[in-house]
Nanobody
Framework: QVQLVESGGGLVQPGGSLRLSCAAS????????MRWHRQAPGHQRELVAT???????NYEDAVKGRFTISRDNAKNTVYLQMNSLKPEDTAVYYC???????WGQGTPVTVSS
């Protein structure tokens, strides 16, 4: 069955960086659009970034220029490099396959001094 396993979250100071990973299995990873979403406490889950099978990317305005989504189809993994982190980036980050409506379990990111 489809499995998405996120990792790489943690506590980081403002201005710091983190790299999230999402390891996928159970489907033909290279053929699917992949997304990262996040959900902050008391807020709705929101889209952060999207990557197409051939690497075309799109970002939510609040993260443009700071976050980079990428994928390694040979490793069935999608990444989210997050730089210049701000306290408002604090959230649980989820990997999502829209066509399959499949979510990972999420990895928490806390940006705080």
């Amino acid at each position: 069955q489809v499995q998405l396993v996120e990792s790489g979250g943690g506590l980081v100071q403002p201005g710091g960086s983190l790299r999230l990973s999402c390891a996928a299995s159970g489907f033909n990873f290279g053929a699917y659009v992949m997304r990262w979403h996040r959900q902050a406490p008391g807020h709705q889950r929101e889209l952060v970034a999207t990557i197409s099978p051939n690497g075309i990317t799109n970002y939510e305005d609040a993260v443009k220029g700071r976050f980079t989504i990428s994928r390694d189809n040979a490793k069935n993994t999608v990444y989210l490099q997050m730089n210049s982190l701000k306290p408002e980036d604090t959230a649980v980050y989820y990997c999502f396959v829209p066509t399959l409506n499949a979510w990972g379990q999420g990895t928490p990111v806390t940006v705080s001094s």
